[in-house]
């Protein structure tokens, strides 16, 4: 499996961003994407995931602001393209942004790595 994420960039305190992972290859063997972050001098931490049924979970300080979802027009029986909609951004949203993939649950640790993308937040 194949993450590609894309649609960091740098964005006013307040706005918003859209980042996206698409999945490509043995993609009938994901269960759950989602995306991490790490912040400079802080650990990785999960931000947000989704199941192949559309199940998501979040980290609890970000609810409210980030949505995951699935593009289900590009695949309805497998997941391929998720995005993570950023509202309300803040400077410690700071982070390089991964996406990932699990072929169980991203709580169990991922199987699949994107590169990152950096999302910064001015101020």
């Known amino acids: 499996v194949q993450l590609q994420a894309s649609g960091g960039g740098l964005v006013q305190a307040g706005g918003s961003l859209r980042l996206s992972c698409a999945a490509s290859g043995s993609i009938f063997s994901i269960n759950a994407m989602g995306w991490y972050r790490q912040a400079p001098g802080k650990q990785r931490e999960l931000v947000a995931t989704i199941t192949r049924r559309a199940i998501t979970n979040y980290s609890d300080s970000l609810k409210g602001r980030f949505t995951i979802s699935r593009d289900n027009a590009k695949n309805t029986v497998y997941l391929q393209m998720v995005y993570l909609q950023m509202n309300s951004l803040k400077p410690e949203d700071t982070a390089v942004y991964y996406c990932?993939?699990?072929?169980?649950?991203?709580?169990?640790?991922?199987?699949?790595w994107g590169q990152g993308t950096q999302v910064t937040v001015s101020s």
């Open positions: 990932a993939a699990s072929t169980t649950s991203l709580y169990r640790g991922p199987d699949y």
